[in-house]
């Protein structure tokens, strides 16, 4: 006889086990299993993420999501903490704040229109308020930012850690395991196979396999574009004690940093950047491109902020980004199978509004539809249907 469960989870980073995690906190006593089949995690996303949170988008219902969210994040590690343990993911809320030059300017203003009209909490800033909060940041070139001042980052480590430590206290089993099948019969899902030879019997999946999602949906017989981009990541020791904190800053070409605090008294001041190369192509590529390091992450942060040209420590890695044709998540029940929810193909944005993620698939098991949000435009059918969605707002 096969197990049985109420709910499978394929996949076990932070939009799975967020989606345990609110289950558990809505009150579901249903079994769950969550599928993982690295308890490494070396290669999840959710592991080796930028830890950006922002509500600066143009989409009402993606502003709504990461509200939602800091409202988790901001006393995450007090909520998540376990009778052992006690994460530290330490959101930061010191902003995230988009610099505009002159090729840039009529752009982000447009968007910036368009985020308020969205209801995020967001400010156009004068060059001298600018510099307030970057006062070394070369700004003769900058017209204005625009500041997210709830907006910052946490670190994506301890949130992953931290929602698995409180699902598994909860008593939800992360099983170390891969699916490889789906099965269905008349429309609707009636379990997963795996590759370990067993099956569990559940008329409820969950599809949170990240960059991976495709491939699961194709597991259904359903072809949903959500394909791995790389993304490279670096890291870098700044030349001494910092005098300010930085926010997430972003360059009007594009490269991005953040602080990587210190946490212990031997740590030193650095920051994390990234800077999205348009154009990657799609492919599980793990390869590391540690050359754009010099090719076009240091000349651009420097030209920036003379003052970083003596980094040291450099250290680069990539990870993949769950990317759509839209650049907006996949949520929801796809219309042609009952019973398999979608909670993927949030293109490098699934972290910070990973909470909302996890209450809407709560909502769509217990209830059946997703009462907070109106997920309607996110439908995993879209893409068929040629209803994608625009957001200027992607980096
Ligand atoms: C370099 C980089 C920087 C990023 N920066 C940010 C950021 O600043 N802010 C932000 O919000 N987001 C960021 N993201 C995106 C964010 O990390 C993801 O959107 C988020 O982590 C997705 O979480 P997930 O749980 O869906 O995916 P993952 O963390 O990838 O977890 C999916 C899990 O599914 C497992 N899995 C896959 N297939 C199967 C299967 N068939 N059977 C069993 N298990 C399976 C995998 O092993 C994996 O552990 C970044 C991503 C990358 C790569």
Known sequence: MSERADVVIVGGGVVGSSAAWHLRQDGFTGRIVIVERDHTYARASSWLAMGGIR??????????????SVRLWKVFDR?????????RAWFRQRGYLFLANAAAATALMKRYEEERRAGAVVQMLSVDEVRQIVPD??????????LGPEDGYADPREVLFGFRRAVEAGG???????????????????????????????AMVVNAAGALAGRVAAMAGLRVPIEPVRQMMFRCVLPGRWPYR??????PDGVHWRHD????????????????NWKEQAGENFESDTARWTRDFYPAMVRRLPALKDVTDVTGWPGLYEM??????VLGPHPALE?????????????????????????????GRSTTFDIAIFAPDRFDRGALVHDAATI
């Open 55 to 68: 509500q600066q988008f143009c989409t009402p219902v993606t502003v709504q999501m990461v509200q939602f």
């Open 79 to 87: 909520e998540l903490g376990t009778a052992e343990a006690r994460p």
């Open 137 to 146: 940041v070369k700004l003769d070139d900058i017209l204005f930012g625009v």
């Open 172 to 202: 939800t089993e992360y099983r170390v395991d891969e699916v490889v099948g789906i099965d269905r019969a008349g429309g609707r899902v009636t379990g997963v196979k795996l590759a370990s030879g067993g099956a569990i019997s559940s």
């Open 246 to 251: 930085f926010p997430m800053l972003i360059d």
């Open 261 to 276: 605090d210190p946490v212990g008294p031997d740590d030193r001041d650095a920051i994390i950047l990234a800077f999205t």
């Open 324 to 329: 759509t044709p839209d650049h907006n998540p």
């Open 339 to 367: 019973g398999l929810i979608f909670a993927n193909g949030f293109s490098g944005h699934g972290l910070m509004m990973s909470p909302a993620t996890g209450k809407i698939v709560s909502e769509l098991v217990r209830l």
